[in-house]
């Protein structure tokens, strides 16, 4: 995979506007998203890392994507 190609997947499968992700631990909660930094490889490039965690109370699992 190009980089080129690797960043439009990326572009495709991290919408912002996407519903939140089931949470593959609990599989009760969402993903949401608590915190959004630029990637530190593709930042200049509109790229950025996100901190997700886990909105199910008895999981609260942490997770970056
Ligand atoms: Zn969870």
């Not at 200049?44 to 999981?59: E, I, M, N, Q, Y």
Request: charged share 15%.
């Amino acid at each position: 995979m190009t980089l080129l190609e690797e960043l439009n997947w990326v572009a495709t499968h991290v919408a912002p506007y996407e519903l939140p992700p089931v949470c593959p631990w609990c599989s009760a909660g969402h993903m949401q998203v608590i915190e959004e930094t630029p990637d530190p490889n593709f930042g200049a490039l509109g790229v950025s890392s996100r901190v997700l965690r886990c909105d199910a109370p008895t999981c609260g699992k942490l997770t970056e994507a």
